[in-house]
T-cell receptor, first 116, second 114 residues
Framework: AQKVTQTQTSISVMEKTTVTMDCVYETQDSSYFLFWYKQTASGEIVFLIRQDSYKKENATVGHYSLNFQKPKSSIGLIITATQIEDSAVYFCAMREGDTGYQNFYFGKGTSLTVIP | EAAVTQSPRSKVAVTGGKVTLSCHQTNNHDYMYWYRQDTGHGLRLIHYSYVADSTEKGDIPDGYKASRPSQENFSLILELASLSQTAVYFC?????????????FGEGSKLTVL
C-alpha cells in the first residue's frame, strides 16, 4: 500500500498567486517526520521544509509553509507569491520514527507550472 | 560545502553487463541511500547503509547489490543489467537516526540499458 499519496499530478497557477499541494500519509508510528522536496527541470532534488509529528505549529520557511492536519494524516505545502522558478516537481515524503527500518517514503510528485 | 556527488552522471549499458554507480559524500553523514526514480513512481529505496562495511535492503533490492567501503563512499552494483533497470538513480545521505534529518541528494545518474 502506498504510504504517501499525492493526488494532484499537475497544477498550473499564475505568477504571484498562492498554490497548495496536497499530501496524505499512512503510518502506525507514534512519531514521524514529514518533508517536502523540490525537483527542478535539471533533475536536482532539494529539501524545502519539514514538519515533525509532535509539533503543533505549522512549519514555515521563506515563502513555503505547511498545513499539518494530524487527524486527517495530511500535510499540505503552501507556496505564496509564486515565482517562475517555482516551476518544478514537488515530492512529499515521510520518515517513520518508531521502527528500525530507515526509509523515507515518497509520494509520486506534483508537477507545478507557474505561468507568467 | 557539503555535497553528495555521483558518477557517472549518465551511462549506457548492454543487457547482461555489469554496472557500478558510485556515490561520494562530504557531509560526514552516517546514512547513505540509493533510490531509483521512474516516471510515475516517485522515488523507491533500493539499498541503504548506516555504517561502513554494512548495507541493508530497501524496498526493491532484487537485481542490485550495494557496497559501503567507507563512510564517504557508497556504490550500487548491477551484476547483470536488465532492460527493466533503465531509470535515474539517486544517492542520498542523512544524519543518524536520532537526528532524523532530511535527505541530501546527489545529482542523479541516468542509466539506459539496451
Amino acid at each position: 500500500a502506498q504510504k504517501v499519496t499525492q493526488t494532484q499530478t499537475s497544477i498550473s497557477v499564475m505568477e504571484k498567486t498562492t498554490v497548495t499541494m496536497d499530501c496524505v500519509y499512512e503510518t502506525q508510528d507514534s512519531s514521524y517526520f514529514l518533508f517536502w522536496y523540490k525537483q527542478t527541470a535539471s533533475g536536482e532534488i532539494v529539501f524545502l521544509i519539514r514538519q515533525d509529528s509532535y509539533k503543533k505549529e505549522n512549519a514555515t520557511v521563506g515563502h513555503y509553509s505547511l498545513n499539518f492536519q494530524k487527524p486527517k494524516s495530511s500535510i499540505g505545502l503552501i507556496i505564496t507569491a509564486t515565482q517562475i522558478e517555482d516551476s518544478a516537481v514537488y515530492f512529499c515524503a515521510m520518515r517513520e520514527g518508531d521502527t528500525g527500518y530507515q526509509n523515507f517514503y515518497f509520494g509520486k510528485g506534483t508537477s507545478l507550472t507557474v505561468i507568467p | 560545502e557539503a555535497a553528495v556527488t555521483q558518477s557517472p552522471r549518465s551511462k549506457v549499458a548492454v543487457t547482461g553487463g555489469k554496472v557500478t554507480l558510485s556515490c561520494h559524500q562530504t557531509n560526514n553523514h552516517d546514512y547513505m541511500y540509493w533510490y531509483r526514480q521512474d516516471t510515475g513512481h516517485g522515488l523507491r529505496l533500493i539499498h541503504y547503509s548506516y555504517v561502513a562495511d554494512s548495507t541493508e535492503k530497501g524496498d526493491i533490492p532484487d537485481g542490485y547489490k550495494a557496497s559501503r567501503p567507507s563512510q564517504e563512499n557508497f556504490s550500487l552494483i548491477l551484476e547483470l543489467a536488465s532492460l527493466s533497470q533503465t531509470a535515474v538513480y539517486f544517492c542520498a545521505s542523512s544524519l543518524d537516526r536520532g537526528n532524523t534529518g532530511q535527505l541530501y541528494f546527489g545529482e542523479g545518474s541516468k542509466l539506459t540499458v539496451l
